[in-house]
């Protein structure tokens, strides 16, 4: 199994900029997709991005488009999500899961298709 780390998350004014990491330990996410969830309070978790094993396809929800990027460091084992323009409603708990599994292109966008879960980083825009 999996061990995933989020880091990075905090407090930011409207318009700025944070950037999420996801460490992986326990065994390599080089052949897993990789997703970026978010859940605020009251709200049911919602994808935002996700990116193949291979890096060759990214995949983003219409709230996350133009403003997001998801990349991913297979030698460090990590994932990033670089997220600018933030807006209050992106204020979230930020999730990132691993899928192990699916061809070259595959960018899972649902909770169920993934099995490892990180605890999450809280994210917090103020207007």
């Known amino acids: 199994q999996v061990q995933l780390v989020e880091s990075g998350g905090g407090l930011v004014q409207a318009g700025g900029s944070l950037r999420l990491s996801c460490a992986a330990s326990?065994?390599?996410?080089?052949?897993?997709?990789m997703g970026w969830f978010r859940q605020a309070p009251g709200k049911e978790r919602e994808f935002v991005a996700a990116?193949?094993?291979?890096?060759?396809?990214?995949l983003y929800a219409d709230s996350a488009k133009g403003r997001f990027t998801i990349s991913r460091d297979n030698a460090k084992n990590t994932v990033y999500l670089q997220m600018n323009s933030l807006k209050p409603e992106d204020t979230a708990v930020y999730y990132c899961?691993?899928?192990?599994?699916?061809?070259?292109?595959?960018?899972?966008?649902?909770?169920?298709?993934?099995?490892?879960w990180g605890q999450g980083t809280q994210v917090t825009v103020s207007s």
């Open positions: 899961a691993a899928n192990r599994g699916g061809n070259y292109y595959y960018t899972p966008m649902h909770v169920h298709e993934y099995e490892s």
């Open positions: 326990g065994r390599t996410v080089s052949s897993s997709a």
């Open positions: 990116i193949s094993w291979s890096g060759v396809t990214t």
